[in-house]
C-alpha cells in the first residue's frame, strides 16, 4: 500500500518553518510499517527546496528514508504533474477530520487493515457521552 504522510503537526509538532518536536511513535510506526508491513511511503509535505531537506534530513537521520518525496515516484519532476497532490491509497495528516490520532492507534488501523477508527473501548479511552438535546428529550430519545 502507499502511504502519503505530512511532515508538519504529523511527524513533528507544527512550528514551520522550524522542526517542531518530534510527535511520540510517529518515526517508530511509520518505520514498522515500511520495514515489517511492506509499505511504500511518500512524503508529502507543504515544505519545498532547503525546507524540505530539512524534513528529509530529520527523519534520516532517526532511520526512516522515504519511497518518494512530494512526489508519486522517486524519478518523478513535481514540474510535469498538473498539481501537488500524490497518489496514494492513505494519507495521513494532522488537518483531516477528526484530527490526528495516536500513532499507535494509526499503526493498528493500517496494520489490521481496518480503515476505520477503532471503538474508543479498544484502545482504554473514556467514551464521552453525548448530551441529549432539549427535542431528544422531550421525545424521549
Known amino acids: 500500500m502507499v502511504i502519503a504522510v505530512d511532515f508538519d503537526g504529523t511527524i513533528v509538532t507544527h512550528e514551520y518553518p522550524k522542526i517542531g518536536k518530534p510527535i511520540p511513535f510517529a518515526i517508530e510506526a511509520l518505520k514498522r510499517l515500511q520495514q515489517e508491513d511492506h509499505h511504500q ?4 509535505s507543504v515544505r519545498e527546496g532547503h525546507l524540505l531537506d530539512e524534513a528529509v534530513e530529520y527523519c534520516a537521520k532517526r532511520g526512516l528514508e522515504f519511497y518518494a518525496v512530494n512526489t508519486n515516484y522517486p524519478e518523478e ?3 510535469e504533474r498538473p498539481n501537488r497532490k500524490v497518489t ?3 494519507y495521513i495528516d494532522d488537518r483531516n477530520l477528526g484530527g490526528l490520532p495516536d500513532w499507535g492507534i494509526i499503526y493498528q488501523m493500517i496494520h489490521s487493515g481496518n480503515g476505520n477508527r477503532p471503538a474508543p473501548e479498544a484502545y482504554d479511552m473514556p467514551r464521552k457521552r453525548k448530551k441529549k438535546s432539549w427535542w431528544q428529550k422531550l421525545f424521549g430519545l
Open 41 to 44: 511511503l511518500i512524503l508529502w
Open 77 to 79: 519532476k513535481p514540474e
Open 88 to 90: 496514494a491509497d492513505i
